[in-house]
């Protein structure tokens, strides 16, 4: 069984500055996914990011980036021009890749993250 | 781009009831998964169909049980309704080649309240 953690309940940051968010998680597993989900007030889960774990190269997404240490089994989200719409609570996931069956995601308990002006 | 979509969107109903949901995956993905989010907490795995079939299941109680049709779209049904089933319900979708599946996309929810 793979945990995910999330070791920051809530961060703040000002708009336009950088924040990044922390995750760490715990696997026997050789090939997986790992993704950051935003889940603003309304309550939608959006997907910011993926990283597959054989990709050496860390995944960028506009302003979003993450730093993925597979040794450590570390896996961090850089927000970058924090904007107001960032708000949001912020999922750190974990999917199995290789299990031949339509894995679920393992969630950390989420940061909270409040971008004020 | 199309989305996930979920009905109801809300759903008010008193215990020892039963619920529909029902879950229109995006088009040309084969596999539905649906999730269980409480108030403050993360969205936990209930159960997953690839292809018509039962893929995966996670802690899904008895009472629950679910099915995807022949056009892909799954229905999650509740029965003998708990207050503590008053959640959010999240349908998710993916798609599947050479046996390995792509990231999931989530629907917008249906918010269920038993009362």
């Known amino acids: 069984a793979q945990t995910v953690t999330q070791s920051q309940p809530e961060m703040s940051v000002q708009e336009a500055e950088t924040v990044t968010l922390s995750c760490t998680y715990d696997?026997?597993?050789?090939?997986?996914?790992l993704f950051w989900y935003k889940q603003p007030p309304s309550r939608q889960m959006i997907l910011v990011i993926r990283?597959?774990?054989?990709?050496?190269q860390n995944a960028t997404e506009n302003r979003f980036s993450v730093n993925f240490q597979k040794a450590a089994k570390s896996f961090s989200l850089k927000i970058s021009d924090s904007q107001l719409g960032d708000t949001a609570m912020y999922f750190c996931?974990?999917?199995?890749?290789?299990?031949?069956?339509?894995?679920?995601?393992?969630f950390g308990t989420g940061t909270r993250l409040q971008v004020t002006l | 781009a199309a989305g996930v979509i979920q009905s109801p969107r809300h759903l008010i109903k008193e215990k020892r009831e039963t619920a529909t949901l029902k879950c229109y995956p995006i088009?040309?993905?084969?596999?539905v998964y649906w999730y269980q989010q409480g108030p403050g907490q993360d969205p936990q795995f209930l159960i997953s169909?690839?292809?018509?079939?039962?893929?995966d299941k996670g802690s899904i109680p008895d009472r629950f049980s679910a099915q995807q049709f022949s056009d892909y779209h799954s229905e999650l049904n509740m029965s003998s309704l708990e207050l503590g089933d008053s959640a959010l319900y999240f349908c998710?979708?993916?798609?599947?080649?050479?046996?390995?599946?792509?990231?999931?996309?989530f629907g917008p929810g249906t918010r269920l309240t038993v009362t």
């Open positions: 088009p040309r993905h084969d596999t």
């Open positions: 990283q597959e774990a054989y990709k050496q």
């Open positions: 696997t026997s597993e050789s090939n997986y996914y």
């Open positions: 998710a979708s993916s798609r599947q080649s050479g046996g390995r599946f792509y990231e999931q996309y």
């Open positions: 169909f690839y292809e018509k079939m039962q893929s």
């Open positions: 996931a974990f999917m199995n890749r290789n299990t031949g069956t339509a894995s679920k995601l393992t």
